[in-house]
């Protein structure tokens, strides 16, 4: 498996497909091939097109981080993964509060005999919820308590890495260590609005902070260009320390 260090800058962003249209998703990771590192395709898309829009837009040659977030029982969960690897996405995720149980239980299942292994990855803590939004689900805040709680368990029951806010990522290092992966969505660079996103912050930061892999949607699907806003990005990864926007 490739360690952290050694990505380039393009691999580490991952362009959110946040759309039921198939044919401007095709479209569009088929221009961003060579420039990011894949697509990020979730249940907005997969609700609206299932298994087979996910091959077609596969094919334009991007690897796929499958993001349905499985949260279930452990048989159920791990045969969603097994039925996933048809699919051969290069990385897809469970929810972490779904339990060690789980977690384990997706993790066996990725390591399917005669399969590809996809990286395995939890959900710690949306990035639209606040410490007053964990209060109100009868969570314990503060957020980065919480995250470190999930990530922690999730390595412990054999995963990969987590999803989880940038301002979570240097706790969470300190707790996993640098071969644990971190996927850092809610990036939004100076020249994008924040829109949901509440616990967001730059590439530049999220490179800073220990980010292993960045999900960006809005600020390049929306863009008037969006191969050029990806390079843009891209050029922010490579040098987090100097870039200005």
């Not at 990035?127 to 209060?135: F, G």
């Not at 029951?157 to 996927?183: N, P, T």
């Not at 960045?214 to 490579?238: M, N, S, Y």
Request: proline share 7%.
């Amino acid at each position: 498996m490739t360690t952290s260090a050694a990505l380039a800058p393009a691999e580490r962003l991952f362009v959110a497909l946040d759309t039921t249209d198939a044919a401007a998703a095709t479209k569009l990771a088929k221009g961003l091939k060579g420039v990011v590192g894949g697509v990020k395709l979730g249940h907005e898309f997969f609700a609206a097109h299932g298994p087979a829009g996910i091959v077609r837009v596969a094919a334009e040659g991007l690897p796929v981080f499958l993001d349905l977030k499985f949260h279930d029982i452990p048989n159920t969960v791990a045969g969603a993964v097994k039925s996933a690897l048809a699919l051969k996405p290069f990385m897809l995720n469970v929810h972490a509060s779904g339990g060690a149980a789980m977690m384990r239980a997706a993790a066996k299942a990725a390591a399917e005999p005669g399969n590809v292994r996809p990286l395995v990855v939890a959900v710690t803590v949306l990035t639209s919820l606040d410490d007053d939004d964990l209060r109100a689900v009868g969570m314990r805040p503060p957020v980065v308590d919480q995250a470190v709680r999930l990530a922690k368990l999730a390595q412990a029951s054999g995963l990969d890495g987590i999803v989880c806010s940038a301002k979570e990522a240097m706790a969470i290092r300190g707790a996993c260590g640098r071969a644990f992966r971190l996927v850092v969505p809610g990036i939004r660079p100076v020249w994008a609005e924040a829109a949901d996103q509440k616990r967001i912050v730059t590439p530049r930061e999220a490179i800073a902070l220990g980010a292993d892999y960045l999900v960006v949607g809005r600020p390049i699907t929306e863009a008037r260009d969006p191969v050029a806003a990806a390079k843009r990005i891209v050029a922010e990864i490579a040098s987090p320390e100097s870039y200005e926007p």
